[in-house]
């Protein structure tokens, strides 16, 4: 199974993110958000790197916008994040 999956809206920047969750050998996950650069993170669970993750895209965005950059929109248009879709990887 892929797990790559939404997130949801973020309240700051009013939009979606996609975000790739992705299994490591030693059992802990990695979120990764392609269209924010450098934007990765990981939790020990999945339901907990979802948390970083939507923690680390509201701190990317704020300082965005703190530094006047743009923030970037995410063209896809894929359904939002479904946690009974991660499978096996759901801990």
């Known amino acids: 199974m892929d797990p790559s999956h939404k997130m949801g809206p973020m309240k700051e920047s009013g939009g979606h993110f996609n ?3 992705r299994p490591e050998p030693e059992g802990e996950f990695t979120a990764i958000v392609p269209i924010l650069p450098g934007c990765v993170t990981y939790g020990r669970t999945l339901a907990e790197a979802r948390k970083m993750a939507k923690d ?3 701190s990317y965005i ?3 916008k703190k530094h006047g950059e ?4 995410n063209l896809c248009s894929e359904g939002k994040f ?7 990887y759901n801990r």
């Open 62 to 64: 704020e300082s965005l």
């Open 56 to 58: 680390a895209i509201s």
């Open 19 to 21: 975000v790739v969750l």
């Open 70 to 73: 743009p923030v970037p929109i």
């Open 82 to 88: 479904d946690p009974s879709s991660a499978g096996p």
